[in-house]
């Protein structure tokens, strides 16, 4: 026999047994924390969501900052209908099913449909060509939800109908604002226990979940549901029960956040700046980048950035990869990090990749290329062409140097390495104007 209390028992059982982090997720504006730059009062967001007049829009930024709340948020204060999909687990299929029941609601009962769509950056080209005529003539309103750039992993077709709107990683006091209510919640949170949580564990815990509010939040309800209460049945979280529920700072990132962190990698090794460059190295290890990656982006560089300038560069920097994949991590960053440092502080010339970079060129272009005949190879020549190799200049015979053609004729005189006055090419410059060379 159905029974509506033991139903709504089940409900409330159900929602006991959801994460911290969902019971505490906002269900109203005047709830919601962080991104003021979207949701501060009189914002074109706030405006658009109090009027029900919000549009097609995609919300990005990194894990936990409020993008799938809002969404709801924005669903709670519509008149319409409201469909949540993913963008993983969905298929064209289920989008054209939503599109054909809001196409329906649109014409029947008047009544607009929002869709959102977590995960949006993972719609492929087939599954977007299947939502963007809806989107167009306003069937659905979209709200997409990623961690991804759009303009980079999204079809251009559906960033160019939609408003983006950049989420920001919560600040320190932000989180502290969030988990203290949580602490006192009586309905969602602990304010039904007796729950302490020092000062510098909160501290922690804010500190270390990097902007994630939804790490932090599971931070504390394991340092809640794990802390023994005394014999008053008071639970008191401290810094060590803290460090133990969150032992390591959220450093994950997205594909555009590593590519940016990777792209800072590089240019603060060409830009001398150590400090830079140690900092993005390990930066992109703790999130979980294979540090050999970085020794051999640090052996690239060390011929691109600093080449003949400080030749010894390369050495380090080779020496580095291979002290990594014979010693492992963690002790192998450690001659990482050194030649790091070493290229960042060496002097610096990009004459090597100028050079390589037009003779490429003139490899390409120049027809006619034909080896000057005393260079040829005279092992398998007929006696002409051997008279004519005994023209070339053996330069040991000379003291080591002899100034003779090596170039075709159609390339003769061509200079493709300049050394610079930066570190040793200084010596080479003044060694080759001492041969008369360029």
């Not at 109090?50 to 204060?77: E, R, Y």
């Not at 939804?214 to 931070?219: C, H, I």
């Not at 963690?330 to 990749?353: H, R, T």
């Not at 390495?417 to 360029?438: A, S």
């Amino acid at each position: 026999m159905y029974d509506l209390f033991d139903t709504l028992q089940e409900n409330q059982k159900r929602a006991e047994q959801q994460p911290l982090a969902e019971r505490m997720r906002p269900q109203s504006l005047r709830e919601f924390l962080g991104q003021s730059h979207i949701c501060e009062e009189n914002s074109l967001l706030r405006r658009a969501i109090s009027l029900d007049k919000v549009g097609s829009c995609i919300f990005w930024g990194p894990p936990g900052t409020g993008k799938t709340t809002l969404a709801n948020i924005i669903a709670n204060s519509t008149s319409g209908n409201f469909v949540k999909l993913n963008a993983v687990s969905s298929g064209v299929a289920d989008v054209k099913k939503a599109v054909e029941e809001a196409s329906n609601s649109l014409k029947m009962y008047g009544k607009k449909t929002y869709l959102l769509l977590d995960e949006c950056h993972r719609f492929s080209k087939t599954q977007s060509d299947s939502l963007l005529p809806a989107i167009e003539n306003g069937t659905i309103i979209f709200i997409g939800s990623t961690t991804e750039n759009p303009y980079a992993s999204m079809t251009p077709a559906i960033v160019s109908r939609c408003r983006v709107f950049e989420f920001k990683r919560l600040d320190k006091e932000t989180v502290k604002k969030a988990l203290n209510k949580a602490i006192i919640d009586k309905k969602r949170g602990y304010g039904q226990l007796d729950v302490e949580v020092e000062e510098d564990a909160l501290d922690h815990i804010a500190s270390m979940s990097a902007g994630d509010m939804r790490t932090a939040y599971n931070a504390l309800e394991l340092a809640v549901l794990t802390t023994q209460g005394d014999k008053d049945g008071k639970i008191t979280v401290t810094l060590k029960d803290a460090e133990q529920s969150i032992q390591r700072k959220a450093l994950s990132y997205d594909e555009n956040s590593y590519y940016d962190m990777l792209s800072a990698f590089c240019k603060s090794l060409r830009g001398s700046d150590s400090d830079a460059a140690l900092y993005y190295a390990h930066r992109l290890i703790e999130g979980g980048c294979d540090p050999l990656l970085l020794a051999r982006r640090l052996v690239v560089h060390s011929a691109e950035d600093v080449g003949m300038a400080d030749p010894n560069a390369m050495v380090v920097a080779t020496s580095a990869l291979t002290a990594f994949m014979n010693i492992g991590y963690p002790e192998g960053l450690i001659p990482l990090s050194q030649a790091i440092i070493y290229v960042c502080e060496a002097p610096k010339s990009n004459s090597v990749i100028v050079a390589m970079s037009e003779a490429q060129a003139e490899a390409r272009s120049v027809k006619d290329d034909t080896v000057p005949a005393h260079l040829r190879n005279s092992v398998f020549a007929d006696s002409d062409a051997k008279n004519r190799s005994k023209q070339y200049k053996y330069p040991h015979d000379y003291g080591g140097y002899v100034e003779q053609q090596y170039l075709p004729d159609s390339l003769k005189g061509s200079v493709f390495y300049r050394p610079t006055n930066n570190g040793f090419e200084r010596q080479v410059k003044k060694i080759r104007e001492e041969k008369g060379k360029k």
